[in-house]
């Protein structure tokens, strides 16, 4: 029962009948529906034939009526545009990049800059000393997946990182030994080419197969030798700092060889050709 605003008790209003609404629409029929792959625009529409005529439908065309909403909106191709992307250029502090346009030389010169080298058992090493210990080291490992290399001479050991020739570690040989991982890759020959690949490399690089043919060559890239008794002097004016040892008389029949992996290895300048 419903109550009016006075409060007087009104009947309900009757129930329809299935026989009333057996007639009448589902409303739910009435509700469009959505095509959500619609773009807003109209679509296209054939145009009117003309009076009296019948459109024909192509046999390969479905009927309009059977077609999804979307498949009667306009199609349009989709155009690509390429964005230019020009090659960045390396960075300044790269050691090397891979364009062949890349001035810069594979090799690199043995860097010694004290703020950045660990010291442990030992101090006040003369720079010369370091340098003779990675020209020619009685051993040599590596122990940090390759990223640095320990050259041993006598009572000093030289940690040099690879990917710049730069020194970043002295230690007194005890030191070094007893923190040695026990496996570790033996790698006297990582000596020979700790300064970097070959700049000229391929076939037909050589080494000098002679003391005047290493000299010639010295003397040509600007090196300087200073004489001595026993042992000369090897110095670069590019490299300033940087001094080599040179065997007067050697005895080595390798000595050529060893002479260009040594000057190699401190001054970054390959002899090879």
Same mark, same amino acid.
Do not use: C
């Given at each position: @029962?419903?109550? &009016?605003?006075?409060?007087?008790?009104?009947? &309900?209003?009757?129930? +329809?009948?299935?026989?009333?609404?057996?007639?009448?629409?589902?409303?739910?029929?009435?509700?469009? =529906?959505?095509?959500?792959?619609?773009?807003? $625009? $109209?679509?296209?529409?054939?145009? =009117?034939?003309?009076? /009296?005529?019948?459109?024909?439908?192509?046999?390969?065309?479905?009927?309009?009526?059977?077609?999804?909403?979307?498949?009667?909106?306009? $199609? *349009?191709?989709?155009? %690509?545009?390429?964005?230019?992307?020009?090659?960045?250029?390396?960075?300044?502090?790269?050691?090397?990049?891979?364009?062949? #346009? &890349?001035?810069?030389?594979? =090799?690199? +010169?043995?860097?010694?800059?004290?703020? /950045?080298?660990?010291?442990? /058992?030992?101090?006040?090493? =003369?720079?010369?000393?370091?340098? *003779? %210990?990675?020209?020619? +080291?009685?051993?040599?490992?590596?122990? &940090?997946?390759?990223?640095?290399?320990?050259?041993?001479?006598?009572?000093?050991?030289? *940690?040099?990182?690879?990917?710049?020739?730069?020194?970043?570690?002295?230690?007194?040989?005890?030191?070094?030994?007893?923190?040695? !991982?026990? #496996?570790?890759?033996?790698?006297?020959?990582?000596?020979?080419?700790?300064?970097?690949?070959?700049?000229?490399?391929?076939? /037909?690089?050589?080494?000098?197969?002679?003391?005047?043919?290493?000299?010639?060559? @010295? #003397?040509?890239?600007?090196?300087?030798?200073?004489?001595?008794?026993?042992?000369?002097?090897?110095?670069?004016?590019?490299?300033?700092?940087?001094?080599? +040892?040179?065997?007067?008389? !050697?005895?080595?029949? $390798?000595?050529?060889?060893?002479?260009?992996?040594?000057?190699?290895?401190?001054?970054?300048?390959?002899?090879?050709?």
């Amino acid at each position: @029962m419903a109550h &009016d605003s006075g409060g007087v008790r009104r009947p &309900d209003p009757p129930r +329809p009948t299935p026989k009333a609404l057996g007639g009448s629409t589902d409303p739910a029929r009435r509700v469009r =529906p959505v095509d959500w792959s619609a773009s807003g $625009r $109209r679509p296209v529409t054939d145009p =009117p034939s003309p009076a /009296g005529t019948v459109p024909v439908q192509s046999s390969d065309e479905p009927a309009r009526s059977s077609r999804s909403p979307s498949a009667r909106l306009p $199609r *349009q191709r989709a155009r %690509t545009v390429e964005l230019p992307r020009p090659l960045p250029a390396p960075p300044g502090d790269a050691v090397h990049s891979l364009s062949a #346009e &890349d001035p810069r030389p594979l =090799p690199r +010169p043995l860097r010694i800059a004290d703020e /950045g080298i660990r010291s442990v /058992g030992v101090r006040g090493l =003369p720079t010369e000393r370091i340098v *003779q %210990t990675v020209a020619d +080291p009685a051993d040599a490992w590596t122990a &940090d997946a390759g990223n640095s290399d320990h050259f041993l001479r006598a009572e000093l050991v030289v *940690q040099v990182r690879r990917a710049d020739n730069t020194v970043i570690g002295l230690f007194s040989t005890r030191y070094a030994l007893s923190v040695r !991982p026990a #496996e570790y890759e033996p790698a006297l020959g990582i000596a020979e080419d700790a300064a970097g690949p070959s700049a000229r490399g391929g076939q /037909g690089t050589r080494h000098p197969t002679s003391r005047r043919e290493l000299l010639r060559r @010295m #003397e040509t890239v600007g090196f300087v030798i200073t004489p001595g008794a026993t042992h000369g002097r090897v110095t670069h004016p590019d490299h300033p700092g940087l001094v080599l +040892p040179f065997a007067s008389t !050697p005895s080595d029949r $390798r000595f050529t060889r060893h002479a260009v992996a040594q000057i190699r290895r401190v001054f970054g300048i390959d002899l090879r050709r």
